[in-house]
């Protein structure tokens, strides 16, 4: 299998030469532009649009496509979170016959 | 690896300038993202719709709409990105529209003495080692052509495209589950067809 993803890996860099040469067509098309050809910003396109130039959109995608790291981060923060309660629980129970006589004490 | 690093953001800067040139109105350096990217469109375009007039209808239609819309890109992505994304969800529209050619075979040999030429580029390695690398590149490509739609298209973007599953699956429209058993399927057939070889 490894194999198999290097030659995957070497096929990216493959450039399938077209018959005709391509970019003066498209260049040619540009220099062109009738309104007939505008009708192509169809309204999935401009979906297209809004949504690569949204900066929430593509963190939330983000997120969703690394849940496993954001699941990680999470489990530290909670593990983190965790060992400072129970640092914070075991100074105040090293405080509480202070705290005891204090109450008393009032 | 820095180096290779390097020469991607060089590559990055420029399509910036150039974008930003173009959004001014300047022609010329919207020819040279052109120049630059078509192959790479029409490449993309040819695997997935696996019909060249088609590939160039489709790169035609791709700059259509990036002339018409580069105001409109603000970059927050490379400009590679946004133009493979667009032009992933261009053909994946055209095949929506015609389901003829699903199960059609396609001979890239035939495409080959036709005049569609295969070439690799960025590839450092012996003349030796070049050939005989280039040579089972074209035969799994020529395995990966020949394939269901249903494989085909799942592989071609997660593997030569690096898409996500999930983004795979948001564009194809199927769950995440079925787009990962299609390509693992997929990926098993090309290897056991190349085992046979």
């Known amino acids: 299998m490894n194999e198999f993803k290097k030659f995957l890996k070497v096929a990216k860099d493959i450039i399938v030469n077209p018959e005709s040469n391509i970019e003066d067509k498209i260049i ?14 169809d309204e999935g396109f401009m979906e297209f649009l809004k ?18 790291l954001m699941i990680f981060i999470g489990a530290m923060g909670i593990a983190a979170a965790g060992t400072f309660l129970f640092l914070e629980y075991k100074n105040y129970k090293k405080q509480k016959p202070v705290y005891k006589k204090r109450c008393q004490s009032l | 690896m820095t180096i290779e690093k390097n020469s991607e953001k060089n590559k990055q800067t420029n399509d910036e300038i ?34 060249t007039q088609e590939a160039e209808d489709i790169s035609q239609e791709v700059f259509v709409k990036v002339y018409l819309s580069i105001d409109g890109f603000r970059g927050l992505s490379a400009f590679k990105t946004w133009l493979r994304k667009l032009t992933v969800n261009t053909c994946i529209d055209k095949l929506r529209l015609r389901m003829k ?14 005049g569609t030429e295969i070439l690799l580029y960025e590839f450092n390695q012996s003349v030796e080692k070049f050939f005989q690398d280039k040579e089972t590149v074209k035969e799994i490509l020529k395995i990966i052509v020949n394939l269901d739609e249903s494989y085909r298209i799942p592989l071609i973007l997660r593997d030569l495209q690096d898409y996500s599953y999930i983004e795979i699956a948001e564009i194809l429209k199927k769950p995440v589950g079925t787009i990962k058993t299609n390509i693992h399927r997929a990926r098993k057939i090309i290897k056991k067809l190349m085992d046979d070889k």
């Not at chain 2, 150039?18 to 350096?29: I, Q």
């Not at chain 2, 699903?102 to 036709?114: H, R």
């Open chain 1, 28 to 41: 040619d098309k540009i220099k062109n532009i009738s309104e007939e050809d505008k009708k192509i910003l």
């Open chain 2, 101 to 114: 050619t699903a199960n059609k075979k396609i001979s890239l040999d035939s495409m080959v003495e036709d």
């Open chain 1, 51 to 68: 949504k690569s130039n949204s900066k929430p959109y593509l963190f939330n995608k983000k997120l969703k496509e690394n849940i496993g």
């Open chain 2, 18 to 51: 150039l974008v930003a040139k173009s959004k001014n109105g300047d022609k010329a350096a919207f020819e040279e993202l052109v120049r630059k990217y078509s192959k790479y469109v029409y490449t993309t375009a040819f695997f997935m719709v696996r019909n």
